[in-house]
C-alpha cells in the first residue's frame, strides 16, 4: 500500500473542506474511492469533473483502476478551471 498526498484545488478544496489530505492505496481509483468514503456529498459530483494529475503526470483517459500510485507521491485533484 503506497502512502502519499491528494491535494485539492478550486471547486474541489472548497467541497472537500481542504487543501489537502493523506492517502493510503495502490491505485487512483482506491485513493479516490477513499476520498467519497470520507467526504460524502458535494466532493462526489466534483470529482466525476476533475481531471487528475500523479505525481505531475496527467491521467487523461486512462482508467483510474491502471494508475499505480507511488509511496510519496502526490495526486492533484484538478476541477474545469475557467478562464481564457
Known amino acids: 500500500m503506497a502512502a502519499g498526498t491528494i491535494r485539492y484545488w478550486a471547486a474541489a478544496k472548497a467541497a472537500a473542506g481542504t487543501a489537502e489530505e493523506p492517502y493510503s492505496a495502490e491505485?487512483?481509483?482506491?485513493?479516490?474511492?477513499?476520498?467519497?468514503?470520507?467526504?460524502?456529498?458535494?466532493?462526489s459530483a466534483v470529482l466525476r469533473r476533475c481531471s487528475f494529475l500523479v505525481d505531475s503526470d496527467p491521467v487523461g483517459k486512462r482508467s483510474h483502476d491502471a494508475?499505480?500510485?507511488?509511496?510519496g507521491g502526490t495526486v492533484e485533484v484538478l476541477p474545469p478551471f475557467a478562464g481564457g
Open 67 to 71: 494508475v499505480r500510485l507511488t509511496e
Open 27 to 43: 491505485t487512483l481509483a482506491e485513493a479516490l474511492d477513499a476520498v467519497r468514503e470520507r467526504h460524502p456529498g458535494e466532493l
